[in-house]
């Protein structure tokens, strides 16, 4: 896949998809020849069962979250973007880990990742079903918003020339993505208390608090964490005392067995 890269486009074995990508979607105007698109044309280049873009702050809670997708259920005005919060902020901290480049993403032996979205939920099944993904973003270095693409896959490996797939075609998914009028979403249905309702416990802690417990549930030491969320070790060790006093726990196993019954609890 670097041969696109590297190569003039003319030369390259992949230039016909490409061109036809890039021509094709800066004509869409529907959310139906956004679908047809991606299923498509974008999927010869970047193989992939659902589409997750997230764009906002990340340090708040207003985080907006689409999905498209050809699975039944898995598209926007379907889920309740709380759900998926764990999923996106996951994924987020992974293109920051690599230093805010597109990257692979194992997603084996994270179900607490997809716990929130499956239960209750038929289509979180589908997306529990996710084994990989390929993650790309943009920030704004004035305002600090972000915007993440992700292409998730039910195959366990993306393949080695799927990240650079992807820093090719975000511009084009991006500019389509911004024409289309905005998709219906069930967050837009719910009141502020409903969306709380949904959280449940879990409310108590912070974003960033609830970004440390996924990578301390993952096995993550706090240096590690640091790293990944750009933040110091004390940083970290003092947010982990925050976490065990809202929890009332005394360790970290403990308050990641909390938060799991907590999660199930209030799905």
Same mark, same amino acid.
């Given at each position: ?5 590297? =190569? ?156 650079? =797939? ?13 024409? =289309? ?58 947010? =982990? ?27």
């Amino acid at each position: 896949m670097n041969d696109l890269l590297d =190569m003039p486009v003319a030369q390259s074995p992949h230039a016909a998809a490409f061109l036809r990508v890039a021509t094709r979607g800066a004509a869409l105007s529907t959310h139906a020849d956004l679908w047809r698109w991606l299923r498509d044309d974008v999927q010869a280049l970047l193989p992939h069962e659902l589409l997750l873009v997230a764009w906002g702050d990340f340090q708040s809670p207003e985080v907006q979250v689409d999905l498209v997708s050809s699975l039944p259920g898995l598209r926007t005005h379907e889920c309740r973007p709380a759900r998926l919060m764990p999923l996106v902020n996951y994924l987020r901290d992974c293109w920051v880990a690599a230093r805010h480049g597109a990257c692979r993403v194992d997603l084996r032996g994270c179900a607490e990742l997809f716990g929130a979205a499956a239960a209750g939920w038929p289509a979180g099944q589908s997306l529990a079903g996710m084994r990989s993904a390929v993650v790309h973003g943009t920030r704004d270095p004035r305002t600090g918003a972000e915007r993440i693409f992700a292409a998730l896959s039910e195959q366990a490996h993306a393949s080695e020339g799927a990240p650079a =797939m992807l820093r090719l075609l975000m511009p084009f998914i991006d500019l389509a993505l911004r024409a =289309m009028p905005a998709a219906p979403s069930r967050q837009q249905r719910f009141e502020r208390g409903e969306l709380d309702a949904l959280v449940g416990p879990l409310g108590t802690l912070s974003e960033r608090e609830r970004q440390i417990m996924v990578w301390v549930a993952m096995g993550k030491t706090n240096p590690e964490i640091g790293c990944i969320l750009r933040i110091s070790e004390f940083t970290v060790k003092n947010h =982990m005392k925050s976490i065990f006093t809202k929890l009332d726990v005394t360790n970290r196993a403990q308050a990641v067995a909390k938060l799991t019954r907590m999660s199930g609890a209030y799905a």
